[in-house]
């Protein structure tokens, strides 16, 4: 027979043994960084009416140390949705990255893109976009900033070409909010989502869980995703893919954009 001094003996030494496990779990976390802070090695753009690696007007660029989404050489935003792409797809990770809005929206760019970025997940490879074609098939992490006076949660989902479960239900409204706060000025934002193949996507605003969803499908009703089905022959599913960052006609800085593989 166990003693109770003995059975709180036990108790103690397995919690601290857990207390010493989840510490080295979190100092072993193997953070990457995928922005190098210097140019955009390992980043290609594609910006719509433009083919795939051209970026004329140097929308994405890197100076200061920060990642920078300019327009500048920009007369008019005419549509030109752009995004700037990452070299290696995943399956399971967390990608943490900061940003923030700064400047004024470039003449022509649509009411609801103040202050509105994004990324993109489960994407698409960017080769097999056409020219004038606007959003890749992916999953979004919404990026945006409040306007000084109204609230505008942070960090929604948005689904060109795609799908979500929600509670066990097939939800096809192209986006959803989050239950984040207004995160207003021009401070800097931290943004995590944290992605498990085809299981669950998870986004987090300043450390918060602000949404969670399930099973991202491709659109089966969408000309774009409906040649990646056929591709796949009739697969919908959607487990991985590329990593994209957007610009969308206001200016944004992002910093530390980071990610630390899962085990599948």
């Not at 594609?46 to 920009?74: A, C, H, M, Q, W």
């Not at 969408?222 to 697969?235: V, W």
Request: aromatic residues 10%; charged residues 25%; hydrophobic residues 35%.
């Amino acid at each position: 027979m166990i003693s109770r001094h003995s059975l709180h003996l036990r108790l103690l030494s397995s919690v601290l043994a857990l207390t010493s496990s989840l510490a080295i779990t979190a100092e072993d976390e193997n953070w990457l960084p995928l922005f190098n802070g210097k140019d955009l090695t390992g980043w290609t753009p594609k910006i719509r009416y433009e083919e795939y690696g051209n970026d004329s007007r140097k929308t994405f660029r890197v100076e200061d140390g920060v990642l920078k989404v300019s327009y500048e050489n920009y007369t008019e935003f005419n549509e030109s949705f752009g995004h700037l792409f990452y070299e290696t797809p995943y399956s399971h990770y967390r990608l943490r990255l900061e940003y923030r809005f700064t400047g004024e929206q470039v003449k022509g760019g649509p009411r609801w893109a103040f202050r509105n970025s994004g990324i993109m997940v489960h994407g698409q490879d960017p080769a097999t976009m056409i020219a004038n074609q606007d959003f890749p098939v992916s999953i979004e992490v919404q990026l945006l900033g409040g306007d000084g006076k109204r609230d505008r949660t942070n960090a929604n989902l948005c689904t060109p070409g795609t799908h979500v479960f929600m509670k066990e239900k097939l939800v096809k409204k192209h986006c959803i909010n989050s239950s984040s706060k207004t995160f207003h000025g021009d401070d800097w934002v931290t943004v995590e989502v944290e992605v498990r193949g085809h299981e669950v996507i998870r986004h987090f605003a300043e450390g918060d869980l602000v949404l969670s969803y399930q099973k991202p499908v491709l659109d089966a009703e969408d000309a774009n995703a409906e040649k990646i089905i056929d591709k796949a022959g009739g697969n919908i599913e959607l487990s991985g893919g590329t990593i994209s960052l957007q610009s969308e006609s206001h200016p944004v800085e992002f910093r530390k954009v980071e990610i630390l593989v899962l085990v599948d």
